[in-house]
């Protein structure tokens, strides 16, 4: 797979991960309680530039908080990751079970996904998406604002590179935006 010159390898004896060319690694591992600060700090980086999309609620002190965040060491079906990229913290993922918007039936679905800016266009955020998925294999929904035209040439292009097949979202009206909503199954395993 070839993205614009960053060629990727798997690394022998290390099933997990995968070796970007000009040797940069990407990890992506299951976060603890302990990783919660870090979580918050990407979560306020990450409500900031989603603010240029949609209206976010901030604190007076300008911080954001993610009301949802103690729940994903507390239920069942929601997974938070982190990305690391050479073992620095590059992102995060966060994967939870819901009911599909087409229908009712369980999927999994991206909830949140952040790369930091000083690492993005690698490949890492593909990587990454491509491993969570093939982690929970089975219906997956992935939803974006229409506004957020980098966000929607991403899952496009990751969603076209797992399934080998286009994807094709389906619009989503709610709260006064637009949304696009991509459906898929995840076959693989691992
Ligand atoms: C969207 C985001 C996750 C992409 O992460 P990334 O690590 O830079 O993505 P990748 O390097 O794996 O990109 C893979 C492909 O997606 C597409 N893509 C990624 N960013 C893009 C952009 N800004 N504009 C157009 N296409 C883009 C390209 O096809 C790219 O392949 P290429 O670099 O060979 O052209 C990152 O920009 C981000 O965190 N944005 C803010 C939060 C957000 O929008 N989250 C997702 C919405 S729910």
């Not at 969603?159 to 979202?169: D, K, S, V, Y």
Request: with cysteine; glycine share 10%; hydrophobic share 40%.
């Amino acid at each position: 797979m070839d993205y614009g010159g960053w060629r990727r390898r798997r690394l022998a004896g290390s099933p997990g991960r995968l070796k970007v060319a000009h040797c940069m690694l990407v990890d992506l591992i299951s976060a603890e309680p302990a990783h919660r600060p870090v979580l918050s700090d990407l979560l306020h980086l990450y409500a900031r530039e989603f603010n240029e999309f949609h209206p976010v609620q901030f604190g007076t002190d300008g911080r954001f908080v993610y009301r949802d965040l103690p729940k994903y060491w507390k239920e069942a079906g929601k997974h938070p990751f982190l990305i690391q990229i050479d073992g620095k913290t590059a992102g995060f993922v966060l994967v939870q079970q819901t009911r599909a918007i087409s229908g009712d039936d369980p999927v999994w679905e991206i909830a949140e996904f952040f790369v930091l800016k000083e690492f993005r266009r690698r490949g890492a955020g593909m990587d990454a998406a491509h491993r969570v998925w093939k982690r929970f294999p089975g219906m997956w929904q992935v939803r974006v604002l229409q506004a957020n035209d980098a966000g929607f040439h991403f899952w496009d292009q990751a969603i076209l590179r797992f399934t080998g097949n286009p994807a094709q979202p389906s619009a989503l009206d709610r709260g006064g935006d637009r949304w696009l909503v991509f459906s898929f199954e995840s076959r693989h395993s691992g």
